[in-house]
């Protein structure tokens, strides 16, 4: 079944202990992105990477990092979480990563920041 | 820059009702346009998308949307609502000009079908 996973699903932690965030697809996908979902606000990106080992901020990208060292897999690492990073947040892929393709979303990762 | 506005949170509805879900953008150049729904604990799946051509567009779930370049509106519209489309419905754009194939959201409008 073409996919696009997540892990954990869901998330409590501190602040400032590091955590990484998993995503992988097995649609070949050349493009991946993450988006965090806060209420009122829709989705907003943080990063996307239009294939390996290329990778680039999006609208909120602060306080995250990201890498592309497999084409299927794209971790997001919060390297000192913050409160206001509590969010949920997801993973999706697309073919080529042109404007008009649809974009396939993980089921999302629901993280708490104490 | 791009900008959606999704023009009601909430829409409550009965079984059976119609109901039209709004949806304004603002763009500078041709956009690509995307509804997504988000049912509970799930990921986005995609309803349907304009990207060129008629401007009605047909989706799943007897779904269907109206692209006015004019009113720069996307609206979403089912003729006969059921329980199980009770979801967050998300209006989205992107285009070609900016990097990143970037999907900008409106903020979401939560659907909720009663019996």
């Known amino acids: 079944e073409a996919q696009v996973t997540q892990n954990p699903r869901y998330l409590i932690t501190v602040t400032g202990k590091k955590l990484t965030v998993t995503c992988s697809q097995n649609?070949?996908?050349?493009?991946m992105s993450w988006y965090r979902q806060d209420p009122g606000l829709g989705l907003r990106q943080i990063y996307y990477?239009?294939?390996?080992?290329?990778?680039d901020k999006g609208d909120v990208p602060e306080g995250y990092k990201v890498s592309r060292k497999e084409k299927r897999n794209f971790p997001l690492i919060l390297e000192s979480p913050s409160p206001n990073q509590t969010s949920l947040y997801f993973c999706?892929?697309?073919?080529?990563?042109?404007?008009?393709?649809?974009?396939?979303f993980g089921p999302g990762t629901r993280l708490l920041v104490l | 820059a791009q900008s959606v506005t999704q023009l009601d949170s909430q829409v409550p509805v009965f079984e059976e009702a119609p109901v039209e879900l709004r949806c304004n953008y603002s763009?500078?150049?041709?956009?690509?346009l995307f509804w997504y729904v988000q049912y509970p604990n799930q990921g986005l799946q995609l309803l349907l998308k304009?990207?060129?051509?008629?401007?009605l567009v047909k989706g799943i779930n007897g779904f269907e949307a109206e692209f006015n370049k004019s009113q720069t509106s996307f609206h979403l519209r089912k003729p006969s609502v059921h329980i199980s489309d009770t979801a967050e419905y998300f209006c989205?754009?992107?285009?070609?000009?900016?990097?990143?194939?970037?999907?900008?959201f409106g903020e979401g409008t939560q659907l909720t079908v009663n019996p």
């Open positions: 990477s239009m294939n390996v080992e290329v990778t």
């Open positions: 304009y990207l060129s051509g008629s401007t």
């Open positions: 763009s500078s150049v041709s956009v690509y």
């Open positions: 989205a754009v992107s285009d070609e000009e900016t990097s990143g194939s970037r999907l900008t």
């Open positions: 999706a892929s697309s073919f080529s990563g042109r404007a008009l393709e649809t974009q396939y």
């Open positions: 649609m070949n996908h050349e493009y």
